[in-house]
């Protein structure tokens, strides 16, 4: 299969290492960043959702409406609305952008983040509302009379919905997760399954392990690696710039009282961690000292290299079978207009010669 770029848009410019500065919505940062992923080639961007973050589908209902063929990821946590409802929403968003829209399932790897929003469920427990919840909303987005539904978590009499995604069957489902209970939703719901940057081999070990779960329900799953290219012309000068971006994450965390390394709490932070074991770099390219730096919170490791190496070991990836790359870098805006000059054509090449040639 071809491979796919992601990357990802915020309402205003902040990263590891740039400290968010000025209005929480800054429209023409959002829309310059939009457009900068369409121009480069992406072929989806992914809004995140954070407990204090403006609303992820509202950005993604503007970022829409400023471009024209890029399509969107929207991070979405179950739990805070009902399934009935976000259906209808999801739907009504994949009409109004054209049937550009897929949506990441987040059940919620951290107990604080969750209770921010007033949930108290246990990982497990969020996991399992999950597992309903994507049920019900693929019963809403595909069937056509009303129906009833009685749950663990939730209970309808009659739901329904006049409107259905504008993509068929709906909209694609993407969804990540390391647990045991994780593996287990995402082989009876994902179609495409989500990792943070770990090793090929950790990789390897994830996608047969999802491939076998998925096959225990007659289904195939796609998969998606997420990274941080931290690329320069020339290898020296590539590390030497994530030497760079490590002392600045390291002074920024400092200046706001940070704990350094504090681990975030899920599995997947854990793999993320162990990577590279107890140094910070693994296989040829994957660095991993700002993912320890931060304590493995979201895609932190990185690949560090020119754009030809970089894109050489995301063949690599792809040849293990990852169709999906989500990249982003520490300077997030000009980071994306780069990986549209080199990097994507680079991989998009070298993928498909490797099929030509299978």
Request: glycine share 8%; aromatic share 8%; hydrophobic share 40%.
């Amino acid at each position: 299969m071809s491979v796919e770029f992601i990357g990802m848009i915020q309402p205003q410019k902040v990263s590891e290492t740039h400290l968010a500065q000025g209005p929480a919505i800054d429209i023409g940062y959002l829309r310059r960043f939009a457009q900068a992923h369409e121009a480069a080639g992406f072929d989806r961007v992914l809004v995140p959702y954070h407990s204090t973050s403006p609303d992820a589908m509202l950005t993604v209902a503007y970022a829409a409406s400023v471009t024209s063929r890029v399509h969107f990821m929207l991070a979405h946590r179950p739990g805070f609305v009902a399934p009935t409802l976000a259906a209808r929403q999801i739907a009504t968003l994949d009409q109004l952008s054209g049937g550009r829209l897929a949506v990441h399932f987040i059940s919620g790897g951290s107990d604080s983040e969750q209770r921010r929003d007033g949930d108290f469920l246990s990982h497990d427990e969020r996991y399992a509302r999950t597992d309903e919840y994507l049920h019900v909303l693929r019963r809403v987005w595909t069937e056509s009379r009303p129906f009833d539904h009685d749950g663990r978590f939730y209970r309808f009499e009659q739901a329904f919905s006049e409107v259905k995604p504008k993509q068929t069957p709906h909209v694609p489902i993407y969804f990540g997760g390391a647990s045991a209970p994780a593996i287990e939703v995402a082989g009876k719901h994902a179609d495409v399954y989500a990792l943070w940057g770990e090793s090929k081999q950790q990789v390897l070990e994830q996608v047969t392990r999802v491939r076998a779960e998925a096959a225990k329900h007659g289904r195939s799953v796609r998969f998606s690696v997420s990274f941080r290219p931290i690329l320069a012309d020339t290898e020296q000068a590539a590390w030497e710039r994530a030497e760079h971006i490590l002392d600045e994450t390291r002074r920024l965390r400092a200046e706001q009282g940070l704990d350094t390394g504090a681990p975030q709490q899920s599995e997947g932070a854990r793999r993320l961690l162990a990577a590279a074991g107890d140094g910070v770099r693994a296989d040829e390219r994957l660095w991993t000292a700002v993912a320890k730096e931060i304590g493995g919170r979201s895609n932190s490791t990185a690949l560090v290299g020119t754009p030809a190496q970089v894109a050489e070991t995301l063949a690599d990836y792809h040849a293990l079978g990852v169709t999906t790359f989500l990249i982003r870098g520490f300077d997030p805006l000009e980071d994306a207009i780069d990986y549209g000059r080199e990097l994507i054509p680079a991989t998009r090449e070298l993928t498909s010669q490797a099929r030509r040639a299978a």
